[in-house]
């Protein structure tokens, strides 16, 4: 049972940012641009991620404004076409897909089983700027005109029908998903081969079994994608018809392949968050995970698992109603192993010592949320229920519940978090609270409305509507306002702890974990002498004890916190 | 699974970076393996010959696997490496393997029975 | 007996997986349409020449033996062996690329390249197309005639993929050879020679299964 509880505010008397660490190390922007150092990466793609958050967030801004009334009166429907399109191009590509394993994966795993760097840094530092290419001629396809197919390109609309920028934007996912598949193997190889002696795998932080999971399907996941891509492109050019039908193609075997890797890519995007939401409830519950083992084991079924059910994105497609069966019983299995982590992390919080930090509420709020989102998914996966809802705005809803609710708290649960451990400095508390009930409010505005609206049967991806669904849609245009406030308050208190914010010490939250042990910010080898691990993941005892070693060396009296 | 340079008394630690040093494949296999690759090779074309009705798919892509096989296991040393690089092999054969023939689930039970 | 595969080269594998799995798309396309269109991939592999094509198959296949004898040769340090190694495997290489650009030039003429200038006639018309004649085959109700381009589609996308991931292999295999020259590799350095070994040989085993599905679909009368 450990008494240590977490202290909240570091004395400032002594309080200093280390002198050396990782930003200070080298200057100059070059410094920044030909980095190997995985934690100077990571902020690259924090900032570049942030950015092009920002657009595909104003994208969906407009969509909530066309959606206030029920003609199609902001904008002309096919540039409402485009605007969905690159809202989900961006949001899926740019931002979800890249925003835990590269930002924080990045900056925590070689951390988190102690050694100084990736397996691979430069291809490290090429994986960003794949991303960066990608991200720019996806900014270029905007600017020429944009591409309206829906982020899911189905054939044979993308290959014969449209005349918008397929191609540019095939190219430019294409390149963004070498980058994914660089971090992936990146993260494979290091987690293999470069944990510190003593960091046997049952020792790992659960945030490493997850990117770990969520690498395999990076790995052999996005080349599906590639080759769909590869052959559309084709398709579009030179006439190479395999998805044609009036060559004897068929459009659906691109709907297989695209979902192939389209289905696994939203668990590449859900189970880093899921990772950092075992490390923040252990943290903010001062309990170790409950069932260790079966979450990690879970993350990686999950990643198995979620190979095998790809086809539940096209039950209305023309597929044979026996292999909708196979996956529709293979979806409802896929949900178990999400399952078993809501458990073990509700049996994590049980008779926990809760305190409701900001990590912790988002945290509070994934669990919430994420739970609606995936049990909709299994509503989803029922082919009757499909053959009703698909298309609809059930199936938006479902898909922000998870991706929203879920991941980009997620997200936002592990900024805070680490960061004091990445800046040396804490956000400010107050605000970043009020920020995460805002968001949470804003959210639940937003998409909840959008449920309802799938059931009654308003289509997804039309601009006009029927008048009677106007009033859900002023609720969630209301509450995408709100969500609005609340995204982009971190992004000003966040940057303004950068200079102001209290400065944090290497573990202003009692934390375990090796990144705990070392100062804030890292030095850019990480640690002074890599170290030798003797205790599993979440041992508060342990760090009861290193604590207590500490203060006794330094000769201060203990003294119990609260 | 701590990570030690494996020493040995006659090179330095540093001098080499042979991942297979000490499974050095003599190139006797290397001709034995060529030699089987162009067999099968013949095989496979005589095959194309023979009326085999729906055997003749199936013995086309026998042939071709285990050719690959034998690549696999002597010629990229698979045979010889740590059970991680088998692993790794494994994992990306059954990814392969399910894309087709969940992917063929489909497509066969469209028209059940008039496949 | 159990040594540790080093970083790089686990790294090398995991690329090779994300490889099987993006040709495997087009096997999957390949199977699903060979299924449908029998008659069509029949008549439409008779096209293709058996002659260059179980030469560029023995080309591969001693390309791989060659380069498991430079590896070797690197392992050995023996640099001239390592030279002339690498130095066959490139002209071999280049050798398949030629046969294969005799190949697609002869499906050009005869207007077998899907697109716009596709032409049905070897198909519908069997007696006016040499390839044909000497195959026996019979001619194609006008549907089925169409779903040859399908067949050329994929001959075309994963014959010129692979044929893509083979010039990218020359290219190194060029660099090696310069390297290997002023001894970069036989001094106990092997992994890039290795390593590369590894991609080789796995462009060889894509086409392992190209050649029985694309050529020899069926040659009996």
Same mark, same amino acid.
């Given at each position: 049972m450990s008494s240590a509880t977490i202290i909240s505010l570091p004395d400032q008397s002594t309080a200093r940012i280390p002198k050396t660490n990782f930003i200070t190390k080298e200057n100059g922007l070059l410094s920044w641009l030909l980095t190997g150092d995985h934690k100077r990466i990571a902020i690259l793609y924090l900032i570049s991620i942030t950015f092009f958050f920002a657009i595909g967030g104003s994208l969906a801004g407009l969509i909530r404004l066309e959606l206030l009334t029920p003609q199609s009166?902001?904008?002309?429907?096919?540039?409402?076409?485009?605007?969905? =399109?690159?809202? /989900?191009?961006i949001m899926i590509f740019l931002f979800l897909v890249p925003s835990v394993p590269a930002t924080l994966g990045n900056f925590l795993i070689p951390i988190m089983i102690g050694a100084k760097d990736l397996a691979l840094p430069k291809i490290n530092l090429l994986s960003w700027y794949l991303y960066m290419a990608g991200g720019i001629m996806i900014l270029y396809t905007m600017m020429t005109g944009g591409v309206d197919t829906g982020w899911t390109f189905t054939t044979p609309l993308s290959t014969h029908y449209v005349n918008t920028n397929v191609l540019s934007t095939g190219l430019a996912i294409f390149v963004a998903g070498f980058s994914s598949i660089f971090t992936g193997l990146n993260f494979i190889v290091t987690i293999h081969k470069m944990r510190a002696p003593g960091m046997t795998w049952f020792r790992l932080p659960l945030f490493v079994w997850s990117n770990y999971a969520a690498s395999i399907l990076m790995v052999l996941g996005t080349p599906v994608l590639a080759i769909a891509i590869v052959l559309v492109a084709l398709e579009r050019t030179i006439g190479i018809g395999v998805f044609d039908p009036t060559k004897g193609g068929d459009p659906i075997l691109f709907q297989h392949l695209?979902?192939?890797?389209?289905?696994?890519?939203?668990?590449?995007?859900?189970?880093?968050?899921?990772?950092?939401?075992?490390?923040?409830?252990? =943290?903010?519950? @001062?309990? @170790?995970?409950?069932?260790?083992?079966?979450?990690?084991?879970?993350?990686?079924?999950?990643?198995?698992?979620?190979?095998?059910?790809?086809?539940?994105?096209?039950?209305?497609?023309?597929?044979?109603?026996?292999?909708?069966?196979?996956?529709?019983?293979?979806?409802?299995?896929?949900?178990?192993?999400?399952?078993?982590?809501?458990?073990?992390?509700?049996?994590?919080?049980?008779?926990?010592?809760?305190? $409701?930090?900001?990590?912790?509420?988002?945290?509070?709020?994934?669990?919430?949320l994420f739970t609606i989102g995936g049990l909709t998914g299994v509503f989803l996966g029922t082919t009757g229920m499909d053959i009703h809802l698909t298309e609809t705005y059930f199936i938006v809803a479902h898909f922000h519940f998870v991706m929203v609710g879920g991941m980009l708290m997620a997200f936002l649960a592990g900024i805070h978090f680490w960061w004091p451990k990445i800046t040396g @400095?804490?956000?400010?508390?107050?605000?970043?609270?009020?920020?995460?009930?805002?968001? $949470?409010?804003?959210?639940?505005? =937003?998409? $909840?409305?959008?449920?309802?609206?799938g059931t009654l049967g308003m289509p997804r991806r039309y601009a006009s509507y029927p008048e009677e669904?106007?009033?859900?849609?002023?609720?969630?245009?209301? /509450?995408?306002?709100?969500?609005?406030?609340?995204?982009?308050?971190?992004?000003?208190?966040? =940057?303004?702890?950068?200079?102001?914010?209290?400065?944090? /010490?290497?573990?202003?939250?009692q934390a375990t974990g090796l990144e705990w042990q070392i100062q804030s910010p890292p030095l850019t080898e990480n640690f002074a002498e890599i170290p030798i691990v003797d205790h599993d993941a979440y041992d508060y005892e342990w760090l009861e004890k290193m604590e207590l070693a500490k203060k006794q060396h330094e000769g201060q009296e203990v003294s119990s916190v609260g | 699974m701590s990570e030690h340079n494996v020493q040995h008394d006659s090179h330095a630690p540093k001098d080499h970076d042979d991942a297979l040093e000490g499974h050095i494949v003599s190139p006797i296999i290397y001709l034995i393996i060529f030699g089987a690759l162009l067999v099968g090779t013949a095989l496979t074309i005589g095959a194309s010959y023979v009326e085999m009705g729906p055997w003749n798919p199936i013995v086309a892509i026998a042939i071709a696997v285990v050719k690959a096989t034998l690549v696999v296991l002597f010629f990229m040393h698979v045979k010889y490496s740590p059970k991680l690089t088998k692993l790794t092999v494994g994992a990306g054969v059954f990814t392969f393997l399910i894309l087709i023939f969940m992917t063929l689930s489909d497509y066969i039970s469209r028209a059940w029975g008039r496949w | 007996m159990q040594q540790q595969?080093?970083?790089?080269?686990?790294?090398?594998?995991?690329?090779?997986?994300?490889?099987?799995?993006?040709?495997?798309?087009?096997?999957?396309?390949?199977?699903?349409?060979?299924?449908?269109?029998?008659?069509?991939? +029949?008549?439409?592999s008779h096209q293709l020449n058996i002659f260059w094509g179980s030469l560029n198959t023995l080309i591969l296949i001693s390309s791989s033996f060659t380069m498991a004898m430079? +590896?070797? #040769?690197? *392992?050995?340090?023996? *640099?001239?062996?390592?030279?002339?190694?690498?130095?066959?495997?490139?002209?071999?290489?280049?050798?398949?690329?030629?046969?294969?650009?005799?190949?697609?030039?002869?499906?050009?003429?005869?207007?077998? +390249?899907?697109?716009?200038?596709? #032409?049905?006639? #070897?198909?519908?018309?069997?007696?006016?197309? *040499?390839?044909?004649?000497?195959?026996?085959d019979k001619p194609l109700p006008l549907d089925m005639a169409r779903h040859t381009e399908i067949y050329f589609s994929l001959y075309f996308a994963m014959t010129g993929m692979h044929a893509l991931h083979m010039i990218?292999?020359?290219?190194?295999?060029?660099?090696?050879? +310069?390297?290997?020259? *002023?001894?970069?590799?036989t001094g106990g350095h092997v992994s890039f020679v290795e390593y590369f070994g590894l991609y080789w040989h796995f462009v060889d085993i894509v086409w392992i299964f190209l050649f029985p599905l694309l050529y020899l679909i069926s040659r009996h009368q």
């Open positions: 009166d902001l904008m002309a429907t096919d540039t409402y076409n485009k605007v969905f =399109t690159m809202h /989900g191009i695209f979902w192939f890797y389209s289905h696994p890519a939203v668990y590449i995007m859900i189970l880093p968050g899921m990772g950092v939401i075992s490390e923040v409830i252990s =943290t903010f519950a @001062r309990k @170790r995970v409950f069932g260790y083992t079966a979450v990690a084991f879970s993350s990686v079924a999950i990643a198995v698992f979620g190979f095998f059910v790809w086809e539940h994105h096209m039950f209305i497609m023309g597929v044979s109603n026996y292999s909708t069966l196979v996956f529709s019983l293979l979806t409802m299995l896929v949900a178990v192993p999400s399952a078993i982590k809501i458990f073990n992390w509700s049996f994590t919080l049980y008779k926990g010592s809760i305190t $409701f930090e900001t990590p912790m509420l988002y945290a509070f709020g994934f669990m919430g @400095r804490m956000y400010p508390e107050k605000i970043s609270q009020l920020a995460a009930v805002v968001t $949470f409010i804003g959210f639940n505005l =937003t998409f $909840f409305p959008q449920f309802i609206l669904f106007q009033i859900l849609n002023v609720f969630s245009t209301a /509450g995408a306002t709100v969500l609005g406030v609340g995204y982009l308050l971190p992004i000003l208190y966040l =940057t303004w702890s950068l200079k102001y914010g209290e400065i944090a /010490g290497s573990n202003p939250w | - | 595969v080093d970083a790089t080269g686990f790294a090398m594998w995991l690329f090779l997986l994300t490889e099987i799995m993006f040709f495997g798309g087009m096997f999957t396309a390949y199977l699903i349409y060979r299924n449908w269109y029998y008659p069509a991939f +029949v008549a439409a430079g +590896v070797w #040769s690197a *392992q050995m340090r023996k *640099q001239g062996a390592l030279v002339l190694c690498l130095i066959l495997t490139f002209i071999l290489g280049l050798a398949f690329l030629g046969i294969k650009t005799i190949e697609y030039k002869e499906k050009f003429e005869k207007h077998h +390249v899907p697109g716009a200038h596709y #032409s049905l006639q #070897s198909f519908l018309n069997p007696d006016s197309d *040499q390839e044909a004649r000497e195959a026996h990218i292999g020359i290219c190194i295999l060029g660099f090696m050879i +310069v390297r290997a020259r *002023q001894g970069a590799y």
